[in-house]
């Protein structure tokens, strides 16, 4: 095994780890509100990042993300990865995480329909295959919840343009995040303010005790598996990191079916297997077409 991939491998399975277990710890604060941890999240998350890049000595990407034609993209990025956390928070507490699970798993395809629309990227009848079969998964998702699953569609809209953003912007992840949460904090920190001090029963670190520590690992544990994302993408190949991306929907769906017992009728699992089979086609075409490539590649490089 490459150095490369010792590093890398493990990198994102502890990433994709972190980010299907969220649901857990978000549940253990349930009775902090879902903006009160989201301002507390975007707080601490500042400090941690600082911490990350001086441990790089990375504080030249940082000064090119202030840049002005970075800091407008960054900063409709930030408005999006804060309304995604947001969205989420609320969606564990309100009962409604296996939604949430199904928002990321129909974000690959999302992206694929994004590459289209935006970059002018072409699809393969495979992939058209898999959008379609996903959208019909999604309908039967609706008949089963008795209503559109906006959860699902708001959580993977919202990352999926947060991710073609981050495109558009060749930065430092670290230094990216940064950033985002730098734009986000004093709406945080004044919102928690007016909270604390004018709201009934508002208060500044939750009810004290535990609360005070989980509230601070808040940030580290936002920005660790995204800086954990970063370095798995830099030295393991995209099917690789395609393979794993379901890690974390994977085990969002099991907590939320088997911990949070929440409802999963015959019609709940007619859904799911539609989306399933879309992605076993999306991946199985996706891995094919990158075998193709490097074969291509390979002929096309002089002896």
């Known amino acids: 095994m490459s150095p490369a991939l010792r590093l890398g491998f493990p990198a994102a399975l502890a ?4 980010w299907g277990s969220l649901p857990l710890y ?3 604060m349930q009775h902090v509100g879902a903006f009160e941890l989201l301002a507390h999240r975007i707080i601490w998350s500042v400090p941690t990042a600082i911490f990350l890049i001086a441990l790089a000595a990375n504080w030249r990407d940082v000064k090119t993300a202030f840049r002005p034609s970075n800091l407008k993209w960054l900063a409709l990025s930030s408005v999006l990865i804060a309304a995604n956390w947001s ?4 969606s564990v507490n309100a009962g409604r995480a296996m939604e949430a699970s199904l ?17 002018s990227e072409t699809l393969r009848l495979a ?13 039967i998702m609706a008949f089963a919840f008795g209503h559109v699953p906006w959860v699902a569609l708001a959580l993977c809209t919202t990352f999926a343009c947060y ?15 940064l950033v985002e949460v730098s734009l986000l904090a004093p709406l945080a920190g004044m919102w928690l303010v007016w909270f604390a001090t004018t709201q009934p029963g508002g208060r500044w670190m939750g009810e004290g005790g535990w609360d005070i520590p989980l509230l601070l690992a808040a940030g580290p544990i936002t920005a660790i598996p995204l800086i954990l994302f970063a370095l798995a993408a830099k030295r393991l190949k995209l099917s690789t990191i395609g393979m794993m991306q379901y890690i974390g ?11 949070f017992k929440e409802a999963f009728s015959p019609v709940h ?29 390979r002929a096309a490089t002089p002896a």
């Open 15 to 18: 990433c994709y780890l972190m």
């Open 26 to 28: 978000i549940r253990a």
């Open 87 to 90: 969205i989420y928070i609320w």
């Open 103 to 119: 928002g990321y798993y129909i974000n690959p395809l999302v992206n694929v329909l994004f590459g289209m629309l935006i970059f």
């Open 127 to 139: 992939q058209w295959a898999a959008v379609a079969i996903a959208a019909v998964g999604v309908v």
């Open 163 to 177: 991710g073609v953003i981050r495109k558009k912007v060749v930065i430092d992840s670290r230094a990216g995040f």
């Open 249 to 259: 929907p994977t085990l969002q769906f099991l907590i939320a079916l088997f911990v």
């Open 269 to 297: 699992a007619v859904a799911f297997g539609f989306i399933w089979t879309a992605l076993v086609i999306f991946t199985a075409d996706s891995l094919m077409g990158e075998a193709k490539a490097r074969r291509l590649a």
